[in-house]
T-cell receptor
Framework: EDQVTQSPEALRLQEGESSSLNCSYT??????LFWYRQDPGKGPEFLFTLYSAGEEKEKERLKATLTKKESFLHITAPKPEDSATYLC???????????FGQGTELSVKP | DTEVTQTPKHLVMGMTNKKSLKCEQHMGHRAMYWYKQKAKKPPELMFVYSYEKLSINESVPSRFSPECPNSSLLNLHLHALQPEDSALYLCASSQGDWYSPLHFGNGTRLTVT
């Protein structure tokens, strides 16, 4: 059975304290992975697509990396505005069906 | 601002009411989606339309009825809902290819009384 697990469930950081979020998965026919950010009461906002193991993408303080079995979202020197829930979703041969992990709720305090 | 527009933003309805949620996108996307999201949970897929045809129905109860009048519009008709159907309903669109990301609207917050 295809599974997606994100850890930790919640993460509290002080402003400037770097850390990483993890997304691990067991899916057949993995073809890549999406990362999204979701603010309370809003829809998910697309951040990155990673297509192959070893690929890295960066956007401001965020850097996403991909291996065959997991992906990391590294947050460098976070700011309070980075507080949100971060969701990952593996891309595989599912005919348009996108399944999200449970998410990591990030809180950055000033 | 999101390029996927959902109306209304909030909806309160009784269990005997009939209402509709609307979604519109003008990005030329060929696939449109309905997701349901409960508090502290990830979005769960309900329906997928590809080229205006229903391609995926995730065993959703018949009290939810999707409609795709054209490639830019997606509706979700609601009838005889239960209080447990209260949730954030999200619409999304994509180019329809397996590698294309979904672009989400900000949802309709539905409360069933």
């Amino acid at each position: 059975e295809d599974q997606v697990t994100q850890s930790p469930e919640a993460l509290r950081l002080q402003e400037g304290e770097s850390s990483s979020l993890n997304c691990s998965y067991t899916v057949s026919g993995l073809r890549g992975l999406f990362w999204y950010r979701q603010d309370p009461g809003k829809g998910p906002e697309f951040l990155f697509t990673l297509y192959s193991a070893g690929e890295e993408k960066e956007k401001e303080r965020l850097k996403a990396t991909l291996t065959k079995k997991e992906s990391f979202l590294h947050i460098t020197a976070p700011k309070p505005e980075d507080s949100a829930t971060y969701l990952c979703a593996p891309l595989y041969n599912q005919g348009g069906k996108l399944i999200f992990g449970q998410g990591t709720e990030l809180s950055v305090k000033p | 601002d999101t390029e996927v527009t959902q109306t209304p933003k909030h909806l309160v309805m009784g269990m005997t009411n009939k209402k509709s949620l609307k979604c519109e996108q003008h990005m030329g996307h060929r696939a449109m989606y309905w997701y349901k999201q409960k508090a502290k949970k990830p979005p769960e897929l309900m329906f997928v339309y590809s080229y205006e045809k229903l391609s995926i129905n995730e065993s959703v109860p018949s009290r939810f009825s999707p409609e795709c009048p054209n490639s830019s519009l997606l509706n979700l008709h609601l009838h005889a809902l239960q209080p447990e159907d209260s949730a954030l309903y999200l619409c999304a669109s994509s180019q329809g290819d397996w590698y294309s990301p979904l672009h989400f609207g900000n949802g309709t917050r539905l409360t069933v009384t």
